[in-house]
């Protein structure tokens, strides 16, 4: 075993870091909460079926990325949607996401944009993504309500999401230059790709740590009171 | 492909998120802490505000306490005159009511004096800050033996706080000149002009250091008074030396 392939185990591991947690702090889960949830277990299922396909079935599994990058793009922004407060945002993030759905199935009927690593849907969802980690931090500048950043599920979901994409939005612009170049150093540029993923997750399992619903602050207020 | 330009290109695309990310915080922190601020400032403002808004509400209540308690108190002496009467030829059972008057009239006096140390003359309260000083010299001069002038040819009223923090600074000045400058004469002039309201207070005596004022040990008379004046705007210039009279100017915007 080489280096890199330890680190893709430790970063295949890292999967069940926010699904642990998730799975513990669900009952606080708010809707935007929820949909990183489901986010969380689509991506976990997709990485173990990923990794079996590969090693048992001894076939690309490459279709699988395309199907989804596309779900977690659309995923994601939805949970940004939930955060939004502007009207006009909220349907231009609902307008976008439709657009790039129907883009990326219409890509996908041409069979080698299919079952290829699709570099071209990879990156505009990556985009997208950024752009909706942008477009938060700006309200979060413009309203001021949170109090603390380091205890805001929302705030951690951010910049692991803004590290993570923007570092593999790079790798993907490579596109196939990078990812399956067979010489030493485009090997070494995965290492960078998992140490990503890998904090990636620590940040979203950080961040649900911290979830909390207004029912459980209002229990606990009870219990004060009594 | 070049592969120093990926690397290049790597780490740029790895930084630029990084510093997105440290950018962010400092300026969201420094905004709050901003808004925080902001805020503060407004609290404060409208507690001292409110302060002199609820001394106003304090006094009243001070007010109807008194009417009650003092009311009570001498309605309990007169009857126990009234009784006074009755025990005409009993000695032991009237040098035991009159003992029993005299200590309800302390305690009503007592209570007068306590209660009566906070409250507002009433002629301020009804006829205005003119009729107040107006009122407050006659009745200094008569308690005094010392000539006290007022002059004003204004006939107005003004603001509430403004009326209140004036009546109090002049007792304070005009007492502060009964008390140490040894004066024969004191002279209160109110006036306007430039859209101000001028208070000045001035006595012929045997004046005193500003630098010894700024004591800390000194009194709060002074310090009082400037703070008053901070609340509505206003101004208190000192005309003092040693060895010639005082002069004390209060200028308050109107
Ligand atoms: N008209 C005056 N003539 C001479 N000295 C004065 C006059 N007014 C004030 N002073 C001096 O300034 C000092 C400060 O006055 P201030 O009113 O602040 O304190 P105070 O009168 O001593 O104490 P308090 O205010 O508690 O009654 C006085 O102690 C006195 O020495
Ligand atoms: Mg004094």
Redesign the interface.
């Known amino acids: 075993m080489t280096f890199p392939d330890i680190l893709a185990y430790v970063s295949s591991l890292g999967v069940f870091f926010p699904l642990i947690i998730a799975i513990i702090r669900r009952e606080n889960f708010t809707l935007e909460l929820k949909l990183m949830f489901v986010y969380i277990i689509v991506s976990t299922l997709t990485e173990i079926i990923a990794t079996f396909w590969a090693r048992y079935l001894h076939s690309p599994n490459h279709f699988m990325l395309n199907i989804f990058s596309v779900v977690e793009c659309l995923l994601l922004v939805l949970m940004y949607r939930e955060v939004f407060i502007n009207k006009l945002v909220k349907r231009i993030t609902l307008i976008t996401i439709s657009v790039f759905t129907f883009f990326a199935i219409f890509n996908f009927t041409e069979t080698s944009n299919f079952v290829k690593f699709n570099s071209l849907i990879n990156s505009i969802a990556c985009i997208i993504i950024i752009i909706c980690v942008?477009i938060y931090?700006f309200q979060?500048?413009q309203t001021?309500t949170v109090q603390k950043?380091s205890v805001t599920p929302m705030f951690w979901i951010s910049?692991a999401c803004?590290?993570y994409f923007?570092?593999t939005?790079?790798l993907f612009l490579?596109g196939e230059?990078?990812l399956f170049?067979k010489s030493p150093?485009f090997k070494e540029?995965w290492v960078?790709y998992f140490i990503l993923s890998f904090i990636f997750r620590i940040f979203l399992a950080i961040g649900l740590w911290f979830s909390k619903t207004p029912l459980q602050l209002k229990s606990s207020s009870k219990s004060a009171q009594s | 492909m070049n592969e120093v330009k990926i690397v290049i290109l790597g780490t740029i695309a790895m930084l630029l998120p990084v510093s997105a990310i440290i950018l962010f915080v400092i300026v969201y922190y420094r905004r709050q802490r901003l808004q925080r601020a902001a805020h503060e400032e407004a609290l404060h403002q409208a507690m001292l505000e409110a302060s002199v808004g609820s001394q106003e509400v304090v006094r009243r209540q001070i007010g109807g306490d008194l009417h009650d308690e003092i009311g009570a108190l001498l309605s309990a002496t007169r009857m126990s005159l009234s009784q006074l009467n009755k025990y005409s030829e009993n000695e032991s059972k009237r040098t035991l009511l009159l003992g029993r008057t005299e200590e309800l009239l302390n305690e009503a006096l007592h209570n007068v004096r306590r209660i009566s140390k906070d409250l507002m003359p009433s002629t301020l309260d009804e006829f205005g800050l003119i009729e107040a000083l107006k009122d407050f010299s006659q009745k200094m001069t008569l308690h005094t033996n010392l000539p006290i002038h007022f002059t004003c040819d204004l006939n107005a009223r003004y603001d509430a706080k403004t009326e209140l923090a004036l009546y109090r600074s002049t007792q304070e000045l005009v007492n502060n000149a009964l008390k140490h400058a040894e004066a024969k004469e004191i002279k209160i002039t109110l006036s306007e002009n430039n859209k101000k309201l001028r208070l000045e207070v001035t006595d012929d005596g045997k004046g005193f250091d500003l630098e010894a004022v700024n004591q800390p040990s000194r009194g709060i008379g002074i310090k009082n008074i400037e703070s008053r004046m901070s609340l509505i705007k206003g101004q208190l210039k000192f005309d003092v030396e040693i060895g010639r009279g005082s002069t004390f100017i209060i200028t308050v915007p109107l």
Do not use: A, E
Request: charged letters at 0%; aromatic letters at 24%.
């Open positions: 942008f931090f979060l500048l001021l950043l910049v803004l590290l923007s570092g939005l790079f490579y230059t990078v170049h150093f540029l960078i």
